[in-house]
C-alpha cells in the first residue's frame, strides 16, 4: 500500500475494497483499467500527493469480491458506492480504459458533482469487434488466467517483453494486479456498449472533460476520427494527443502529468 492511506471496505452489491488519504487539493478518484488494480496509479499519485485521494480495487480486481456478473452497469453501481463512503466534493475522476468507460457512463447517467473527468484512451471504437477482435479477447482472456499461476518475477519478464521502457515500480504494480485478478472480469469486453455506446452518452457529459489519445500504431484506440466525433458531439470536449501506446501514463509519463496539471488548472479557473 503506498504510504499514507487508509484502507476501508465498501458495501455495494460485493464487498469492495478502497483506500483513502486526506489533502489539502482537489480530491482526486481514480478509476483504471481492466487487468490492472488500485495502485496500478501509484507514479501518478505520488506526482499529486497533496491532493485528496481515493482509489479501490474494483469487483473482481485485488482484494476485492469476485462476481458474476462484470457489466458496466454493476461497475458504475460500486463506484457509486465508493463515492457515497468518501463524498468528495467536486472531485476529478480520471479514468483508464475500462475505467475511462466506467467513468464516462457514471457520469452521463447520474447526479454526481464531478469537477472534471480526465479519460485515458478508453476502447470506443465506434463498433463491436469483428472475428479477429473476439478471438484476441479470447486468447487475452487465457493469458489473464495462465499470469493467475505465475510467479511476480515471471509476470514482471513478459511485461518487459511487451511493454520496454516502463519503470521498475510500474512492472512490479502492473504484474501484482495480474495475478490478482479474476479472468472472468474479462467478460466485460463482450458488451457491445463498451464500443458503440459512449456517442449515446459524450453529448449528455455538461462538465469539463478532457480525453487522452495516443499512437494507434503503438496499441492505442482511439483514432483521429472518433476524436473528431467526441468533439463533434461535445464542443467541450479537450483531446490531447501524447506519443504514447494504450496506457499512456506510463508510455509517456512526463507529457501524461503536464496534461493532467493543465486540466486540474482549467477546472480551478471555473
Not at 157 to 185: C, F, L, M, N, Q
Request: proline share 3%; net charge negative; with cysteine.
Amino acid at each position: 500500500m503506498i504510504e499514507g492511506f487508509k484502507a476501508l471496505d465498501v458495501k455495494s452489491e460485493k464487498t469492495i475494497k478502497a483506500y483513502y488519504k486526506s489533502g489539502s487539493k482537489m480530491p482526486l478518484v481514480f478509476m483504471y483499467g481492466i487487468t490492472d488494480n488500485a495502485f496500478c496509479f501509484s507514479r501518478v499519485i505520488e506526482k499529486f500527493s497533496d491532493h485528496e485521494i481515493i482509489i479501490y480495487d474494483a469487483r473482481g480486481h485485488g482484494l476485492s469480491d469476485r462476481a458474476s456478473d462484470y457489466s458496466i452497469k454493476s461497475h458504475v453501481l460500486d463506484a457509486l458506492a465508493v463515492l457515497s463512503e468518501f463524498k468528495p466534493e467536486k472531485p476529478l475522476v480520471i479514468g483508464h480504459s475500462m475505467g475511462a468507460v466506467n467513468l464516462a457512463n457514471l457520469t452521463a447517467s447520474s447526479d454526481c458533482s464531478f469537477g472534471g473527468i480526465f479519460l485515458e484512451d478508453p476502447p470506443w471504437l465506434g463498433f463491436f469487434p469483428e472475428k479477429e477482435g473476439l478471438e484476441y479477447i479470447a486468447s487475452w482472456k487465457e493469458t489473464t488466467f495462465r499470469r493467475t499461476k505465475m510467479s511476480v518475477v515471471d509476470v514482471i519478464a513478459e511485461g518487459r517483453i511487451e511493454h520496454p521502457g516502463w519503470t521498475d515500480e510500474e512492472y512490479s504494480e502492473w504484474a501484482e494486479a495480474k495475478i490478482h485478478v479474476d479472468p472472468e472480469v474479462l467478460s466485460w469486453l463482450y458488451d457491445e456498449n463498451v464500443y458503440a455506446d459512449w456517442r449515446n452518452i459524450i453529448g449528455r457529459i455538461n462538465i469539463p472533460i478532457a480525453v487522452l489519445t495516443g499512437d494507434n500504431s503503438r496499441g492505442a484506440y482511439i483514432t483521429s476520427d472518433v476524436s473528431r466525433e467526441i468533439y463533434e458531439l461535445n464542443s467541450g470536449a479537450q483531446i490531447v494527443n501524447i506519443s504514447a501506446g494504450h496506457s499512456i501514463r506510463r508510455d509517456g509519463f512526463d507529457d501524461y502529468v503536464k496534461a493532467l496539471e493543465a486540466f486540474i488548472q482549467k477546472i480551478n479557473r471555473k
